[in-house]
């Protein structure tokens, strides 16, 4: 069954330090993307990747870190630097470049905590 | 660069009601728009794009580039229908940005 997962389902971090979020996909596809999701703000890109060790900075990048070292695997490393991590993280990929099936396929997210 | 704007936050209609929620974009190429929803404990999923011109649950969305919008609509709502709607829109960079979402609710 093809799909994409995001681990943990909830995160917890202490101030200071930094977290990884897993986030794999078995659907062949060529690209992934990392967004944040706040309430009343919608979706908003952080990291996104095209190919494997490539990935490109979306519009709120500051205080994430990301790598692709194999096609299926996209972690996210949400850094101390990061102000304001606590939040909703959704991890989605696509075929990259296929106007005709262009939608993304989510994962179910992973919940942010700073305590 | 790109914008979505969804003016409602949320929005009630009676069931069987007719339903529109409001997407306006902003882009200074030819866009490519989509509609995701987002239904309680389920993952964001693809609704519809405008490209493939299609109904999905009654559902139907019309780009209009005089107007730049991509409003979704529906002439009878259903409870099921109840979830959250992402307005979404594809540039030359080829990577999505999404509206704020507007949650629906259908009343019985």
């Known amino acids: 069954d093809g799909g994409i997962t995001q681990s943990p389902k909830y995160l917890f971090r202490k101030e200071g330090q930094n977290v990884t979020l897993s986030c794999e996909q078995n659907?062949?596809?060529?690209?992934m993307y990392w967004y944040r999701q706040d309430p009343g703000q919608g979706l908003r890109l952080i990291y996104y990747s095209q190919i494997v060790n490539d990935f490109q900075k979306g519009d709120i990048a500051e205080g994430y870190s990301v790598s692709r070292e194999k096609k299926e695997s996209f972690p996210l490393t949400v850094t101390s630097a990061q102000k304001n991590p606590t939040a909703f993280y959704l991890c989605?990929?696509?075929?990259?470049?296929?106007?005709?099936?262009?939608?993304?396929?989510f994962g179910s997210g992973t919940r942010l905590t700073v305590v | 660069a790109q914008r979505v704007t969804q003016p409602e936050k949320l929005l009630s209609v009676f069931k069987g009601a007719p339903v529109e929620l409001k997407c306006n974009y902003s882009y200074s190429g030819s866009p490519e728009l989509f509609w995701y929803v987002q239904y309680s404990r389920q993952r964001l999923q693809l609704l519809l794009r405008?490209?493939s011109r299609e109904s999905i649950k009654g559902f139907t969305a019309d780009l209009n580039k005089g107007e730049t919008s991509f409003h979704l609509k529906k002439p009878f709502a259903q409870e099921e229908d109840s979830a959250m709607y992402y307005c979404?829109?594809?540039?030359?960079?080829?990577?999505?940005?999404f509206g704020s979402g507007t949650q629906l609710t259908v009343l019985p």
């Open positions: 989605a990929s696509s075929i990259w470049g296929d106007s005709n099936d262009y939608g993304y396929t």
């Open positions: 405008h490209i």
């Open positions: 979404a829109l594809s540039g030359s960079a080829r990577q999505l940005t």
């Open positions: 659907l062949n596809h060529d690209a």
